[in-house]
């Protein structure tokens, strides 16, 4: 194949153009790429979401260039990166504000063939591309197809929520988190409540459950290829839940190799998979963090609770789970307690990432059995829940005035 170019280049031919697919969770930025790549020599064959929509729209698509927008956190982008490199030959273009080395080495070594900061004009762009595509082009030479894995490698992110100890909050903030996921990103989210004999998911979401995680363990105990998704509950929101039973069974627990089950169904078919884990460091627990890119640890600023977190984050550092890929969570469930982040950092050893404000809408929803996110969509727990969203999701905060993100950021 001879590559095209939009640029004027004596020693270049055109053939045809370059087919290119845009990959971007922030709608500005995917704008401005669709813009900057609409001349002569470009076609744009697709857009598409980061991970397991972005890696099936490259397989089915077979672009020349992948164009891929990497923000924090950079665990999920890294995922992505990977599953495009299985799942087509593509060059693989990423553009991103994050500047330090440590970042760009990562991303190159996942499978990127360039990486360009931004803010940079129309042309940098274009040529980034071009180049992306004749680096594809040479590799392609040495790599027959048999080398490559195929497309249903890709996975969706996963996040795991722990607390260190029961009346932290955690199973709140994980099923309206999940459901501010849903709507921010309008992909496929399931929600798997790990806790099977205290689990209190679809209690706190008002949902109705049929069927659930002990009648999939009952099922995957005879047949380990049973799948999971007959016995998900749907929630109004779009959100999938796969709801621990209200009167549990004591012949039944939940093994780690039953979680790295869980989280393969869910994960082949869902962008985003949030694990409600039990309170305690469970069998369950553990591989549900060993298994996620992030985990968000709730805990509240009582004394016990603070020290039990402490104990947490020293054990996970202890099996080489590196900080980056956790998060506390200050949840203030009273407006007793006044403690600080940075009392919270000494305390803990982990600086605060989000402080969720003491609502007494959240209180009302949980006794009306409705989500608080439906109960006071604008009160402050959903708003924070909503950043917690956007950090999850790589979806900038809504900005007053529209811009060019490509040639002014």
Same mark, same amino acid.
């Given at each position: 194949?001879?590559?095209?170019?939009?640029?004027?280049?004596?020693?270049?031919?055109?053939?045809?153009?370059?087919?290119?697919?845009?990959?971007?969770?922030?709608?500005?930025?995917?704008?401005?790429?669709?813009?900057?790549?609409?001349?002569?020599?470009?076609?744009?064959?697709?857009?598409?979401?980061?991970?397991?929509?972005?890696?099936?729209?490259?397989?089915?698509?077979?672009?020349?260039?992948?164009?891929?927008?990497?923000?924090?956190?950079?665990?999920?982008?890294?995922?992505?990166?990977?599953?495009?490199?299985? #799942?087509?030959?593509?060059?693989?273009?990423?553009?991103?504000? !994050? +500047? %330090?080395?440590?970042?760009?080495? &990562? *991303?190159?070594? $996942?499978?990127?063939?360039?990486?360009?900061?931004?803010?940079?004009?129309?042309?940098?762009?274009?040529?980034?591309?071009?180049?992306?595509?004749?680096?594809?082009?040479?590799?392609?030479?040495?790599?027959?197809?048999?080398?490559?894995?195929?497309?249903?490698?890709?996975?969706?992110?996963?996040?795991?929520?722990?607390?260190?100890?029961?009346?932290?909050?955690?199973?709140?903030?994980?099923?309206?988190?999940?459901?501010?996921?849903?709507?921010?990103?309008?992909?496929?989210?399931?929600?798997?409540?790990?806790?099977?004999?205290?689990?209190?998911?679809?209690?706190?979401?008002?949902?109705?459950?049929?069927?659930?995680?002990?009648?999939?363990?009952?099922?995957? #105990?005879?047949?380990?290829?049973?799948?999971?998704?007959?016995? !998900? +509950? %749907?929630?109004?929101?779009?959100? &999938? *839940?796969?709801? $621990?039973?209200?009167?549990?069974?004591?012949?039944?627990?939940?093994?780690?190799?039953?979680?790295?089950?869980?989280?393969?169904?869910?994960?082949?078919?869902?962008?985003?998979?949030?694990?409600?884990?039990?309170?305690?460091?469970?069998?369950?627990?553990?591989?549900?963090?060993?298994?996620?890119?992030?985990?968000?640890?709730?805990?509240?600023?009582?004394?016990?609770?603070?020290?039990?977190?402490?104990?947490?984050?020293?054990?996970?550092?202890?099996?080489?789970?590196?900080?980056?890929?956790?998060?506390?969570?200050?949840?203030?469930?009273?407006?007793?307690?006044?403690?600080?982040?940075?009392?919270?950092?000494?305390?803990?050893?982990?600086?605060?990432?989000?402080?969720?404000?003491?609502?007494?809408?959240?209180?009302?929803? !949980?006794?009306?059995?409705?989500?608080?996110?439906?109960?006071?969509?604008?009160?402050?727990?959903?708003?924070?829940?909503?950043?917690?969203?956007?950090?999850?999701?790589?979806?900038?905060?809504?900005?007053?005035?529209?811009?060019?993100?490509?040639?002014?950021?």
């Amino acid at each position: 194949m001879v590559i095209s170019a939009s640029r004027n280049d004596a020693d270049s031919t055109s053939e045809r153009a370059l087919t290119v697919l845009l990959v971007s969770s922030d709608p500005e930025v995917m704008e401005s790429m669709r813009i900057a790549l609409s001349g002569p020599g470009f076609l744009c064959v697709g857009e598409a979401w980061p991970g397991i929509d972005a890696a099936r729209r490259a397989a089915s698509t077979q672009p020349d260039v992948v164009v891929l927008h990497v923000e924090e956190p950079v665990v999920p982008a890294l995922k992505t990166v990977q599953a495009i490199a299985e #799942a087509c030959p593509a060059g693989l273009e990423v553009v991103s504000s !994050l +500047t %330090d080395i440590d970042t760009v080495r &990562r *991303v190159m070594n $996942a499978g990127a063939h360039d990486f360009l900061t931004i803010p940079l004009t129309d042309d940098a762009l274009q040529d980034a591309v071009i180049r992306a595509a004749r680096t594809a082009e040479r590799r392609r030479h040495n790599v027959s197809d048999d080398d490559r894995s195929p497309a249903a490698t890709a996975a969706g992110t996963v996040i795991s929520v722990v607390g260190p100890r029961g009346g932290v909050g955690k199973t709140v903030i994980a099923a309206n988190l999940a459901i501010e996921i849903t709507r921010l990103t309008g992909t496929a989210v399931a929600i798997a409540d790990l806790d099977l004999h205290f689990g209190e998911v679809a209690l706190t979401l008002d949902v109705l459950a049929q069927t659930g995680l002990q009648d999939w363990l009952r099922e995957h #105990a005879g047949r380990p290829s049973a799948p999971l998704a007959r016995h !998900l +509950t %749907d929630h109004h929101s779009g959100l &999938r *839940v796969l709801a $621990a039973p209200l009167d549990s069974s004591p012949d039944f627990e939940v093994t780690a190799t039953d979680v790295a089950d869980l989280v393969s169904d869910l994960s082949g078919t869902h962008e985003y998979v949030i694990l409600d884990t039990p309170a305690s460091l469970t069998q369950a627990t553990a591989a549900a963090i060993d298994l996620a890119p992030l985990t968000l640890i709730v805990t509240s600023p009582d004394l016990p609770a603070l020290r039990a977190t402490r104990f947490l984050v020293e054990t996970l550092r202890s099996w080489d789970i590196p900080d980056e890929r956790l998060r506390l969570v200050l949840n203030h469930p009273t407006e007793v307690l006044k403690v600080t982040p940075e009392d919270v950092l000494n305390a803990v050893g982990l600086p605060v990432a989000w402080q969720m404000p003491f609502d007494q809408n959240a209180l009302r929803a !949980l006794a009306s059995g409705v989500p608080v996110s439906d109960f006071r969509p604008n009160s402050g727990l959903p708003q924070e829940l909503r950043d917690i969203a956007r950090f999850v999701a790589g979806v900038s905060a809504p900005r007053p005035a529209r811009k060019r993100l490509l040639g002014v950021f």
